[in-house]
């Protein structure tokens, strides 16, 4: 039985059914079964409370191959943000001692550096990793004039890259594990006869450009989402749900761009679709519309075209969608 993380999390605690989960995953991690990312997860988060509770236990992430991942995922967000350790860091425990977070610290430098070779190539069998070698590639071009322009020396330039290198490793393993839950790859949605995608193009542009404000490793000029009640890690599935309320309310055209306004509970979105020709194996060239991006809206422009264009339409208590005046 797989777990999925929705399952996990909602585990009562000391329960019977707790048990026999935390015994059957522990089991399955020391036999090297493979492990989805959320169960991966959990087994890293066991080791984190369980170790040292009982002298007699040895629970070490570092004896399970599955809480690697995990592990980078753990100390990336620690230390994202502050990655020469010169502030202080925290993690559920309280503030983190010198020595370990030098240990930490090194280890991504050690991330880093294996992983970037990933970045100067787009000929990846995995798909994802192609697009996030794309997305990387962008952000390193941008540092780079930045740096040209403001005269750094290439210990700051190399810091940023670092910066760039470990974030597009945690948005590798986020969007897989969103993926992977959602047990699809491509979510389609109909507005009538036009097909509209959620896929891995989507998601990486939305987390990668609309999450994670403090670990840019310059100002992008970006809204970052904040609503924690907007689960991230179940993105794909969010927005299908939110496609799915207002599919028969709105039309979409299969212009190149198109403008979708939304409201969750009080605060003001902007969805957008884009067409593209893309080749599809078996299928050729073809004419494919995706969901392009999700970000809050807070460019004056668009909320003054919202005021001016739009009238909205209360679909529940917490989502409303905007329907252009000259489409009533």
Same mark, same amino acid.
């Given at each position: 039985m797989k777990y999925t993380k929705k399952y996990l999390d909602n585990l009562e605690s000391n329960s019977e059914e707790e048990k026999l989960v935390i015994e059957d995953l522990l089991s399955k991690a020391t036999k090297k079964d493979n492990l989805t990312s959320a169960e991966s997860?959990?087994?890293?988060?066991?080791?984190?409370?369980?170790?040292?509770?009982? !002298?007699?236990?040895?629970?070490?992430?570092?004896?399970?191959?599955?809480?690697?991942? !995990?592990?980078?995922?753990?100390?990336?967000?620690?230390?994202?943000?502050?990655?020469?350790?010169?502030? !202080?860091?925290?993690?559920?425990?309280?503030?983190?001692?010198?020595?370990?977070?030098?240990?930490?610290?090194?280890?991504?430098?050690?991330?880093?550096?294996?992983?970037?070779p990933n970045l100067s190539k787009f000929n990846h069998k995995d798909r994802l990793m192609n697009l996030i070698a794309s997305e990387a590639n962008i952000e390193i071009k941008k540092i780079r004039e930045i740096a040209k322009t403001n005269f750094w020396g290439s210990n700051l330039l190399n810091a940023k890259i670092k910066e760039i290198s470990l974030q597009s490793k945690f948005v590798y393993i986020e969007v897989k594990s969103m993926f992977e839950e959602s047990k699809n790859d491509t979510l389609q949605i109909y507005f009538g006869l036009i097909e509209v995608i959620i896929d891995f193009n989507s998601i990486v542009h939305i987390f990668w450009r609309h999450y994670s404000e403090k670990s840019k490793p310059y100002d992008t000029k970006k809204s970052f989402h904040l609503d924690k009640k907007i689960k991230y890690y179940e993105l794909p599935s969010e927005l299908f749900k939110i496609l799915e309320k207002i599919k028969n309310i709105i039309s979409i055209s299969d212009k190149i761009n198109f403008f979708i306004p939304i409201k969750i509970r009080g605060i003001i979105y902007s969805l957008w679709t884009k067409k593209s020709k893309e080749s599809i194996k078996e299928k050729g060239l073809v004419e494919v519309i995706r969901l392009s991006t999700f970000y809050p809206t807070e460019e004056i422009n668009e909320l003054n075209k919202i005021s001016n264009d739009y009238f909205e339409i209360v679909i529940d208590t917490d989502l409303s969608v905007y329907k252009e005046k000259t489409t009533q």
């Open positions: 997860e959990y087994v890293f988060m066991l080791t984190q409370l369980l170790q040292g509770v009982n !002298p007699t236990d040895k629970l070490d992430h570092k004896s399970f191959d599955c809480c690697k991942q !995990p592990y980078f995922k753990n100390n990336y967000l620690i230390y994202a943000g502050n990655l020469n350790g010169s502030n !202080p860091s925290f993690d559920f425990k309280g503030e983190i001692e010198s020595g370990r977070k030098i240990v930490e610290i090194k280890e991504l430098e050690e991330e880093h550096q294996e992983w970037l």
